[in-house]
């Protein structure tokens, strides 16, 4: 039996049985040991594909190749680190009388269910289905949004539920003209939402009507991604819910939306043989990119300020897959893995800080450095992370996406440039009070684990010294897949 | 210039994409939510019948149950909530102001003749009717957006919200014949799972801000004080 049954049956079942026993001291653990299942039998289909390429499943309703597996194997180990994370905090919130025992069993059931629809989107065939998975993690998650039930969190999950409902409603729509496209090619019948048997017949579809359709998936999923104007529910949704949510949101939710537009882009570029596809992103990406760094100035909460920073590293990677090319192809790639592990472990350590200090206001947390060293650094040093400085992961991607620009469109290269000082400054005003700074009377360390963040950091940092060669061999195999061609 | 011959269902499926164009325009017009809800429902029924017919001219089966499951979720199921929900949030004789009625009513038609205008390149694609259905699916899609748009009730953006489910269903219906199965029980799982989620939050947010106002839903805003 394939590794991708185990990959969704477990947290299925997981999802079942947290609704019932949720609320037991143990269902934190439970819930990381859930996860961590997941990562194994992740690693075993890593595994399968990379011992014998590509695998089909049931009927081809599943299909598993280089590009979609490291993306599972990713989530897996970010939802597991995530869930490592949960344990203690959310014990804490349950302590400080946040969250009651139905909404324990409600937020450890979700977290499963929006893993399931995370490795759903990842590992399934069908557009369609995959469009079903997308709308039922926005599901899931909005229910997480809400936890607390302030009136902020009810604003936030509200906001989030229709602008990506309706959001994602256009994408639905980009892909039924897919399959309107289909319907008109001989042979194709029945399979016609499948991404394998579309791939295989790009070239006889329609180019109007793949034109029209990526505008809408462009758009629906786009807005998923957060992507400058379709951004607006993303700062409140992940500044609102509990900090976990917000890790898990960052790291997974968006790269799995985009992993959705590169499908799609993939498509159309077959059937076009125009960058049309691909500037629509690149304008798009910059777009964001820009406007988050300069959002990022302006911000009174810790949360916010880091989910304008996903908004503009999202951008970073729409642009370089809108780029093309094998060179940018492989720097979104890498941006990817780097982008969701040092996310998810800011939010952790940020989790961890609002903790702290008791609010997420920006000027109340004060010297970390003092209070409790160890989440201290943990911020220094994911925010030297996240702005790109040497010698971390995230500066090779970004210099890779950088040197792509300056082949193909040396004239976007300053307007990079100045986006990533602007991030790093808007990042770094805020860093100093918060680490240094003089510390408030009456703040005491807080429960803390912070093994996740360690580790997350030093994937990152070692993928800044050196990427290992069967990850690097991975990134090109999916690069051939995306671009055609090998970096190489 | 020839007029095309049009088979009896294309004729019908002509006939029934005007009436679902025109339940939305009815929509944008409609102050009282039960009003709301019974044209929602209306819509759902022409939906339910344009995939009986489907079914029934064309050789896909399993388009009737398609119909059924339309049916039973739009038709019955999901209106009977919002309207005993309405009931139980003491709204049900409520009217909602509407604001600049004549623009939106223009900005509608514009909206309508702006999905011809988008469709028009799939025209030579298929026949007449699909490029109809596809249009007025589009047109479907874009009213509802715009009823979410300048109505400020909670209620009324669900209803939005679901119009456009509706408007997706359509162009699959009646362009494509229908998604395969295991999709369209995916979609009515979704719509179900969000009708009862709308419900839940009907009440959180009554109870946050005490009314359902989206206006009021403001204390999130970029600009702080």
Known sequence: MSAVYWILGIPFAGMLYQAWRGDAPQAGRLNTRLCGLVFLASLVLAAEVLRQG????????????????????????????????????????????????????????????????????????????????????????????????????IEAAWKYFILCGVGIAQALFGTVLLYFAAGQVEGIGEHGLQWSV????????????????????????????????????????????????????????????LYAVVRSKMLVDGSLQSPLAGHLMMGFGLLSFLVAALFLHRQRDVKRLFSYSSIEHMGIMT??????????????????????LTKSAIFITVGHAAQIARTQRIEHIRGLMRTQPMVGWGLVFGVVAIAGMPPFGVFTSEFLVLTATM?????????????????????????????????????????????????HLGIVLWLGLSIPGVLADWFSQATRLIAGSAPL | MPVPAYSVYEQAILFIAALVVFTSFLMLGQKRLSGMIHLFAAQGALLAATTALAAYTLPYPHLYISALIIMALKVILIPAMLHRLIVRLDMHRDAEPLYL??????????????????????????????????????????????????????????IGFMAIENGL?????????????????????????AAVIFGVFFFHIRSSIDSLDVDRLNRLSEVEP
């Open chain 1, 198 to 257: 579309l791939y295989a017949h790009a070239a006889d579809l329609n180019p109007t009507v793949m034109s029209i359709a990526f505008v809408f998936l462009l758009v629906g999923y786009g807005t998923k991604i957060g992507l400058v104007p379709l951004h607006n529910w993303l700062p409140d949704a992940h500044s609102e819910g509990p900090t976990p949510m917000s890790a898990i949101l960052s790291g997974l939710l968006l790269n799995d939306a």
């Open chain 1, 319 to 340: 642009f370089a897959f809108g780029l093309g090319g094998p060179l940018a192809t492989f720097a979104a790639l890498m941006h990817m893995t780097v982008h969701s």
């Open chain 1, 407 to 455: 082949e193909e469109f040396p004239w976007l290269t300053p307007l990079l440039l100045l986006g990533i000082a602007v991030a790093f400054a808007g990042l770094f005003r805020h860093l100093h009070p918060m680490a240094y700074g003089p510390q408030p009377a009456g703040q005491a360390p807080v429960q803390a684990n912070l093994w996740p963040v360690m580790a």
């Open chain 1, 54 to 153: 590509t695998i089909e499943l049931a009927d081809l309703q599943f299909r598993v190749d280089a590009f979609n597996v490291y993306l599972v194997v990713l989530t897996a180990f970010v939802g597991t680190t995530t869930a490592m994370f949960s344990a203690p905090y959310m014990a804490n919130e349950r302590e400080h009388g946040r969250v009651n025992a139905a909404r324990m069993r409600l937020y450890h059931a979700m977290y499963q269910g929006f893993m399931l629809t995370m490795y759903l989107v990842l590992t399934t065939n069908n557009l369609g289905l995959m469009w079903v998975a997308m709308e039922g993690a926005t599901l899931a998650t909005v229910l997480l949004v809400s936890l607390y039930r302030s009136p902020e969190s």
């Open chain 2, 169 to 193: 269903f359509f162009a699959a219906v009646a362009s494509t014949q229908g998604m395969p199965m295991v999709v369209e029980l995916g979609i009515a799982f979704d719509v179900l799972v």
């Open chain 2, 101 to 158: 009625y004549g623009y939106v009513m223009m900005a509608a038609a514009a909206l309508v003749m702006f999905s011809y205008y988008v469709v028009e390149p799939i025209e030579h694609l298929s026949t007449l009717a699909t490029r109809n259905a596809m249009a007025v699916s589009l047109a479907v899609v874009l009213l509802g957006m715009l009823l979410m748009i300048t109505r400020r009730q909670v209620v009324t953006h669900v």
